[in-house]
């Protein structure tokens, strides 16, 4: 049971447009999100976060949007660079500090 | 930011030996670690939780007895592979949470496992 679902594997933009990667839920007890990236051979790391109280937080390149009555999230990365190329990871966080992670976009960003 | 220390970073073996990966969280405290695994093209899966001076909680379908895990101190974790196989092969990571920054995870650097 995939309770965190990252529908789109792969996703390619030109370098300077916007990326956007998007993220689905199911369990409305998660309360908190985080976007990761990740090279080959690397653990991931952190990129951004949102808390179930807004709908929108933003950290220079990078926008994570939060849709509560959707189930939905997605992270605007704009302009897109050839160094973001990576698999970028969606996690929702609940009651039980149990982080459950998506199951990766890959972006490749065109130069 | 916070670092965490993941060693080593490549190991290969034998099949029946047994691998320990160390997770050290370098600047700060480390209430509770992660330890997990990752197949090619799929998604992180949690394999346990550790919480420093107790037994780890286990997901459902990990072996505990393969899959050891010590969490010694609030700064060091370890997952002993014992009596490694070929289908251990995988990529393993481990993470950390911070007493202080409660919602972030800090991800070591990964070990790719190679049992031969």
């Known amino acids: 049971d995939q309770q965190v679902k990252q529908n789109s594997p792969s996703l390619s933009v030109q370098e300077g447009r916007i990326s956007i990667l998007n993220c689905d839920y199911t369990n409305s007890m998660f309360d908190y999100f985080l976007w990761y990236k990740k090279y080959p051979a690397e653990g991931p790391t952190f990129l951004i976060s949102?808390?179930?109280?807004?709908d929108k937080n933003e950290d220079g390149r990078f926008t994570v949007f939060l849709n509560k009555s959707a189930k939905h999230l997605s992270l605007h990365i704009v302009p897109s660079q050839p160094g973001d190329s990576a698999v970028y990871f969606c996690?929702?966080?609940?009651?039980?500090?149990?982080?459950?992670f998506g199951t990766g976009t890959r972006l490749k960003v065109l130069a | 930011g916070a670092v965490v220390s993941q060693h080593p970073s490549r190991v290969i073996c034998k099949s029946g030996t047994s691998v320990k990966i160390e997770c050290r969280s370098l600047?700060?405290?480390?209430?509770?670690m992660f330890w997990y695994r990752q197949f090619p093209k799929k998604s992180l899966m949690l394999m346990a939780t550790s919480n420093e001076g107790s037994k780890a909680t286990y997901e459902q379908g990990v072996e505990k007895d393969k899959f050891l895990i010590n969490h010694a101190s609030l700064t060091l974790s370890t997952l002993t592979v014992t009596s490694a196989h070929p289908e251990d092969s995988s990529f393993y990571i481990c993470?950390?949470?911070?007493?202080?920054?409660?919602?972030?995870?800090?991800f070591g650097s990964g070990t790719q496992l190679s049992v031969l």
């Open positions: 600047d700060f405290q480390a209430t509770t």
């Open positions: 949102i808390s179930s109280i807004k």
């Open positions: 996690a929702a966080l609940g009651g039980t500090y149990k982080y459950i």
């Open positions: 993470s950390a949470r911070s007493a202080v920054a409660n919602e972030k995870l800090f």
